[in-house]
């Protein structure tokens, strides 16, 4: 059997889609566990959408998930150059070994020309495709445009009346008609290839085993079927992956907010969350279990159990996912990656940095959100008025002096003391319930709930918890 090699193949016309990552990471989980080659090739031949910077973006998004390719741009390998216009000779040659097997002819058509027919086409209610007019040049008229220069395209001759089959790794086997197929154009005017002629010209030569990409290009394969047929190459294995839904399953949002990879990490979303969540985009083991590391993903995914019915992205689970990550990933890591957003706060020590990261992990899905938590033992805030009213109360100002009397006597780094003296304080006033910790959390953060009383005083410090406990002894 031939090694396993499959191509993640990104145009560089902005920035890393949620669909990419996914096509990027099934790509490199299968080629992991069919121990093959996983590589990035940059398809850049619509040089009007390329966006300067793009390319090296997507490979840097990548890599921080954890996501390296065997052969690229960058490390290079066998095939190389991987960046296709650095290819442009390898496909003019097949492009003119088309023209002269009769598989492909010159089109001179005017872009006017071409969108009136279009236009007729569509008030006719016809399936939009070129009327072939330049198929019936003569070789005189060819010569007469070519002596004259007149900017033209090569187009690929589609067969008339064939039935294209094929095998498809999810969809299985998939029929379609010749007929909805356009007579691609494989070579621009600006002698640029597109994209369908790039690919398999590339497909071949960097032996690809394997095409796995998104469904919206399931259309497109009989022309690639078409390509390697005319060029006498045999055809690697299709694998279209399902479309990517919203929860009421239209197609996903195209606003870059919502779809670039990005954005997202840029929102806090923890990277082990977010490869975690795409990687279930489409796939699930037998036992559906939800959490995997990209190390475990690596050991269990497998094609075979790729649906192929649309999957939905719910955000819902990617917070949950989210949520579940910032509590289990070592204090230390999650400390780190939430340090930008703590940088207009101002800390005492690493030590209440710690703790606040600890108290805040167990109730925030989101690394920004960890930093509005924490803003309650950084700014005293004011209870509401009827709060205030309560702490005014005999047992509340018994409660708060309590605390002044004795917080003094104990470690605050030590939660067995706090909670005894808690105990001792209830036993000793008689209070209890709500009417002892609503007070004593109103007066420490500015609001009846918060963290537990051990890590509300180990954040605050003794000097900030007794100013506090102060501000509201009458
Ligand atoms: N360059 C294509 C894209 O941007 C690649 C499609 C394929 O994988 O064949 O999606």
Redesign the pocket.
């Known amino acids: 059997m031939n090694p396993t090699r499959v191509r993640f193949?990104?145009?560089p016309t902005g920035y890393l889609h949620i669909g990419g990552l996914r096509t990027a990471l099934y790509d490199f989980l299968f080629a992991r566990a069919m121990n093959g080659k996983c590589i990035l090739r940059i398809?850049d031949t619509d040089q009007s959408r390329e966006v300067a910077g793009a390319a090296q973006n997507l490979i840097d998004i990548l890599h921080t998930l954890g996501i390296d390719f065997d052969e690229s741009p960058l490390v290079g390998g066998p095939f190389a150059p991987y960046i296709q216009s650095q290819r442009l000779e390898l496909y003019h040659k097949h492009a003119n070994q088309l023209l002269e097997s009769g598989h492909a002819y010159r089109c001179f058509c005017h872009p006017d020309t071409l969108n009136q027919m279009r236009e007729e086409q569509q008030a006719r209610g016809e399936f939009v495709k070129y009327d072939r007019r330049c198929l019936s040049l003569s070789q005189a008229e060819i010569d007469e445009h070519l002596a004259k220069a007149t900017p033209h395209v090569i187009r690929l001759k589609m067969p008339d009346n064939h039935l294209f089959a094929f095998d498809d790794l999810i969809r299985g086997h998939v029929e379609m008609e010749a007929s909805q197929s356009d007579d691609q154009v494989l070579l621009k005017s600006d002698g640029f290839p597109t994209?369908h002629l790039a690919?398999t010209v590339d497909d071949h030569y960097m032996q690809i085993s394997h095409?796995i990409?998104g469904e919206e290009?399931l259309s497109s394969t009989p022309k690639h079927i078409w390509l390697y047929e005319c060029l006498g190459w045999q055809a690697p294995q299709w694998v279209h992956l399902p479309l990517i839904l919203n929860s009421d399953r239209s197609k996903l949002s195209k606003r870059m907010n919502d779809v670039s990879v990005e954005s997202y990490l840029n929102k806090g979303y923890l990277k082990e969350a977010l490869l975690n969540f795409v990687a279930l985009l489409g796939w699930h083991s037998a036992d559906d279990r939800e959490l995997y590391t990209l190390a475990e993903l690596c050991e269990s995914f497998n094609l075979e159990r790729v649906n192929k019915a649309g999957a939905i992205f719910d955000l819902t689970k990617l917070d949950w996912m989210n949520g579940h990550y910032l509590r289990n990933l070592p204090l230390e890591l999650v400390a780190e990656r939430a340090r930008p957003y703590f940088k207009d706060i101002s800390l005492r020590d690493t030590e209440q940095y710690l703790a606040i990261i600890m108290a805040a992990r167990e109730r925030c899905n989101l690394l920004p959100e960890m930093a509005d938590y924490a803003q309650m033992f950084i700014t005293p805030k004011d209870p509401d008025p009827a709060e205030l009213d309560l702490l005014k109360d005999e047992a509340s100002q018994q409660v708060l002096a309590w605390y002044i009397a004795h917080l003094p006597g104990i470690d605050l780094g030590e939660a067995d003391q706090v909670n005894q003296l808690t105990k001792n304080g209830i036993a000793e006033l008689g209070i209890k319930g709500k009417a002892f910790y609503t007070p004593l959390r109103l007066a420490l953060i500015g609001q009846s709930h918060g963290p537990d009383l051990p890590s509300t005083f180990a954040i605050l410090g003794m000097e900030e918890s007794l100013k506090r406990l102060q501000t509201h002894i009458l």
Do not use: T
């Open positions: 193949a990104p145009s398809e994209y690919a095409v990409r290009w």
